[in-house]
């Protein structure tokens, strides 16, 4: 059972991006979360996320007006959660390698997205501290492969309407 207590959160949140003008549309970054709840007893609150370091490279490519591409990698490091509510299990630490790569294209006044996306590519078994199931000992998704395809028919359609009005 939890009370309403009076509590401090703090944290941080800080991005770095470097985009070098000798290699066009190359974007390198890396961000950085940390969340801390604290109650004014001195526990900490309960399923406060862990902090988390992202490393990223990722491609964009514009080849003409009407098509254009990009790909991407990062690995997402999750950090130990020992700051922990004494009702709660502690969380060890865990990598996710992801990756994708997409298109899109535009035809008259319909737009094509078409982009795979690829998160943890090496099938970590791993416990995320938010999810309420690692109290059963059920993992988190492993592999996750999706493909995603859509289509603007009415990309326009704002500016049409704008233009039979005047």
Do not use: C, W
């Amino acid at each position: 059972r939890y009370r309403q207590q009076d509590a401090v959160l703090y944290g941080t949140e800080v991005m770095l991006k470097y985009q070098p003008a000798l290699f066009k549309g190359l974007r390198i970054s890396a961000s950085y979360e940390a969340l801390v709840g604290k109650l004014i007893g001195g526990e900490y609150l309960p399923y406060m996320p862990a902090r988390k370091l992202k490393p990223e490279v990722r491609y964009e490519r514009e080849f003409d007006r009407q098509v254009s591409g990009y790909a991407f990698m990062n690995n997402e490091f999750v950090f130990t959660q020992n700051l922990v509510n004494p009702l709660e299990q502690e969380t060890p630490a865990y990598q996710l390698f992801n990756a994708g790569a997409g298109v899109t294209l535009h035809h008259h006044k319909t737009g094509y997205q078409i982009y795979v996306t690829a998160n943890n590519l090496l099938n970590e078994a791993y416990f995320d501290h938010l999810s309420r199931l690692k109290t059963f000992g059920l993992f988190n998704i492993g592999r996750d492969i999706s493909i995603h395809i859509k289509i603007k028919l009415f990309n326009n359609l704002k500016q049409n309407k704008n233009e039979k009005t005047n």
